[in-house]
């Protein structure tokens, strides 16, 4: 019913940028929070940072500083920009919305199939 469309990652360089998008579609009849989760090897998935529909941000304090989550409503999309990246910033990144479908009674968190990001020189 709803699908979350991952871009932007790839390879950089320690001290580079990305900028990740996410762009959700389908039966969606509101989006509420909206957030970057990562998951690097042997490791548990990890809040990265959310923003609520009105643009309040929260994020978390390894990345505070570097990187800025925003979004566009109009465009369902969301937007995780990365600088000053480090080594350990390497994962799969993910997108999460809570969607209220089109019809439906109750909201639930949708997930991004995941785009790598490896920062390695």
């Known amino acids: 019913q709803v699908q979350l469309v991952e871009s932007g990652g790839g390879l950089v360089q320690p001290g580079g940028s990305l900028r990740l998008s996410c762009a959700a579609s389908?039966?969606?009849?509101?989006?509420?929070?909206m957030g970057w989760y990562r998951q690097a090897p042997g490791k548990q998935r990890e809040l990265v940072a959310t923003?609520?529909?009105?643009?309040?941000?929260n994020h978390a304090d390894s990345v505070k500083g570097r990187f800025t989550i925003s979004r566009d409503n109009a465009k369902n999309t969301v937007y995780l920009q990365m600088n000053s990246l480090k080594p350990e910033d390497t994962a799969v990144y993910y997108c999460?919305?809570?969607?209220?479908?089109?019809?439906?009674?109750?909201?639930?968190?949708?997930w991004g199939q995941g785009t790598q990001v490896t920062v390695s020189s």
């Open positions: 389908g039966s969606i009849f509101s989006i509420y929070d």
């Open positions: 923003i609520t529909s009105g643009g309040i941000t």
């Open positions: 999460n919305a809570e969607v209220l479908l089109r019809g439906g009674f109750s909201v639930d968190n949708y």
